[in-house]
């Protein structure tokens, strides 16, 4: 009778603590498979780096100083041995779940594997095919905790079996035994070590560039950007943020495949119609006399109130200085820059020598630039669609005609010449909107870059044009933000409409076109419903 009673406590230790080493084990194939297919996809298909990545967005700030302030630099490894823990326990109880009730224990694992989809997929950049790893690391996982959790009734068989003290070896059709367990469980793990180290020793071999991303430490620039004034963001909820940050930063290029160039062996050549041809190097690009500035991004395709468009603080060297150095002969009049992935645009000699902030960019809102963006360097231009001008991973600088040459837009029948035409767009409200009656707030943005904006013109229900509120200006190179308060609102649908006018008092175009080949016009128009 006496060990009857001791069953029980025995019992449960043996269903505790397989149940948690089969959880850990099908946890570390998961991962180890996820991670080593992801080196293969995006860096966001690693779920270890997007989960500790959304992790550190949702930071809250104080968190984030704190954890600065603590531990330093090591505040990732920290961050890294947390997230380690808690998918231990998670994967732990798991695996005891999993004895009691199999489907239990596989659930959560789902739940587990969705929230790191979750994580992966609202990376930005990152694509429905970044979730591949994932899912076939999950199988993995849950195929593995299967192989390592005994089917009930078995379960039952194979301890009353060692209960009557039938030894731990005795075979029970199917069932693991201890003996069995053990050696599929130590199988298992060599097989999540082996794939954990094969993935790491992948991706340090194809990351490397992410890598020297992370650590590289931009200089400080010579001439700093003027600080924002206050009242930069118009006094609208839900109005762009007037900086944008990086992540929502619009993305366009022609790269299937975001170029890595590694700053140590990136050169730019700058060669063509000029006195002395030379090649920069990175370092001694850093070295040089850095401005920050910012400017506005505008794509042309952007149509009427689209967003192809981003305002950011860029450091750089200025373009005019690298002209200077190599002395343009007498009849050059474009600059055609090229990409490491053989992406060209042809921007206009005279613009790259004026004294706008035409620059090389290293830096974007106090960050290197990001990969996606054109890391190491880039163009940046104030007052050009970005396809005649900002080329990313720009490697090639030369100087020669617009007879001579084209862009890579220019001969896919985009214009050769491409000046930002002055714009301007409704924000709040969202189109189609319903918003509550009384007081409603308008709101958005307007660009002219290198004039900049004077007014700002909004129609309610084709009626008189009304001026609108125009928020502080940071500079002429970036977009304004602008407000009406409309006082009361009469119950029903509405339509709103906007213009501006640059510093030179000219109204933005009226007639409508799209943006083949040299940009959309036309006044922006929505319609919303007071409630
Ligand atoms: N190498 C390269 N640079 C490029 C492009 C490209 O396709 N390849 N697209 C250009 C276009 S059309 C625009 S609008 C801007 C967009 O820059 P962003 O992706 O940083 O917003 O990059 C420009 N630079
Ligand atoms: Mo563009």
Known sequence: ?????????????????????????????????????????????????SVGSTFI?????????FA???FGTNDKMVLLISMGVVAAIFSAVAGILARRNFKAGAALVIVFALV????????????????????IGTAAGLWSLRFLTPVPEQSEDAEEAQAQGSGPHSPTAGSPTRRTFLLRTAALAGVAVVAGVAGNALSSTRNAVRQVREALKLPAAKTKAAALPGGVQAPVEGVTPFVTPNNDFYRIDTALVVPELDPA????????????????DFEELMGSDLIETYVTLACVSNVVGGNLVGNAKWLGYPLREVLARAKPKAGADMVLSTSSDGFSASTPLPILQDDRDAILAVGMNDEPLPLQHGFPVRMVVPGLYGFVSATKWVVDLEVTTFAEKAGYWTSRGWSSHGPIKASSRIEVPKALARVPAGKVAIGGSAWAQTKGIS????????????????????????????????????????????????????????????????GSSGWHSITFTVA
């Open 1 to 49: 009778m006496s060990t009857r009673s001791k069953t029980p406590r025995k019992h449960r230790i043996h269903a505790i603590w397989p149940g948690a080493l089969a959880g850990l084990v099908a946890a570390a194939i998961l991962f180890a498979v996820a991670q080593l297919l992801s080196v293969f996809f995006g860096p966001a298909a690693a779920p270890l780096t």
């Open 455 to 518: 007014k700002v013109e909004v129609q309610l229900d084709n009626g008189e044009w009304l001026e609108a509120e125009l928020a502080a200006e940071a500079s002429v190179d970036t977009w304004r933000q602008w407000s009406y308060v409309w006082q009361d609102a009469p119950a029903g649908s509405h339509n709103v409409q906007v213009r501006a006018y640059d510093a030179n008092g000219e109204l933005q175009i009226e007639e409508q076109a799209p943006p083949a080949p040299n």
């Open 57 to 65: 967005d949702f930071t809250p700030s104080w968190l984030k100083d």
């Open 116 to 135: 790191m989809a979750a994580a992966i997929i609202t990376r930005s950049g990152a694509g429905i095919a970044d979730l591949f790893p994932l899912l």
């Open 68 to 70: 600065i302030a603590t």
């Open 265 to 280: 062996n990136w050169q730019l050549r700058v060669h063509g119609m000029v006195e002395e041809e030379f090649t920069l």
